[in-house]
């Protein structure tokens, strides 16, 4: 039991559609960030939010943003989507910055996405 | 981007023997984590190591940091059926991400 939960477990979409993925983190834990993993992939990093504000962004592109909010639940956003967006959506807590301070994430068990 | 490759892919063994896989990147890396991954499930911490040439054990788990800092090897002795999954490696480069390989399937037969 890691602390992090996240909803929808299951999602179908239609390309063009927007989604919204949400995460409830444990309290106290500032650090927020999002991982995309295809199938038969490890996880890939798409941003990390820090006490509500985007604090490092990997390499997707805008249609994907995300919200943090005070009472350590966070979102994930993605508009316009493409059949390549199915994959399991991960988020990750830590109470600071995370890795960057080689603090331990507790990751969620992931929304799984469909996009038909 | 930057990339951890992650060998073997898969593995088929027989429950009792000892495993072993590993990591290397082009790249230095300052942290090096070893992931276990079960169906349906996120990732989950077995293993950080911290510093090159670090050797660190887990119970049945035992990881090491390359001296160069570009690579990293899990060992898993005496298999049970549990440790049945996907096991990812990752490494920092002092950034917020976290970069994953590609991930080792362990089967292991009874």
């Known amino acids: 039991e890691t602390g992090v939960t996240q909803s929808p477990t299951h999602l179908i979409k239609t390309r063009g559609q927007q989604v919204t993925l949400r995460c409830s983190s444990q309290?106290?834990?500032?650090?927020v960030s999002w991982y995309q993993q295809a199938l038969g992939q490890g996880p890939q990093f798409i941003f990390q939010?820090?006490?509500?504000?985007?604090?490092g962004r990997g390499n997707f592109p805008p249609r994907f943003s995300g919200l943090q909010f005070p009472n350590y639940s966070s979102e994930l956003n993605v508009n316009a989507l493409e059949l390549d967006d199915s994959a399991l959506y991960l988020c990750?807590?830590?109470?600071?910055?995370?890795?960057?301070?080689?603090?331990?994430?507790?990751f969620g068990s992931g929304t799984q996405l469909s996009v038909l | 981007g930057q990339q951890l490759n992650q060998s073997p892919q898969s593995m088929f063994i027989q429950e009792g023997e000892d495993v072993s896989m590993n990591c290397t990147s082009s790249s230095i890396f300052n942290t090096w984590l070893w992931y276990k991954q079960d169906p349906g499930e996120g990732p989950v911490l077995l293993i950080a190591l911290y510093k090159a040439g670090e050797l660190t054990s887990n119970g049945r788990l035992t990881a090491q940091f390359g001296i160069t800092r570009k690579d990293s090897f899990l060992n898993i002795s005496a298999s049970i059926p549990s440790d049945v999954g996907i096991y990812f490696c990752?490494?920092?480069?002092?950034?917020?991400?976290?970069?994953f390989g590609q991930g080792t399937r362990l089967t292991i037969n009874p």
């Open positions: 309290s106290g834990h500032n650090t």
């Open positions: 990752a490494g920092t480069q002092g950034a917020q991400k976290l970069v």
């Open positions: 990750a807590s830590s109470i600071h910055l995370g890795v960057a301070t080689n603090e331990k994430l507790f």
């Open positions: 939010y820090y006490r509500e504000e985007e604090n």
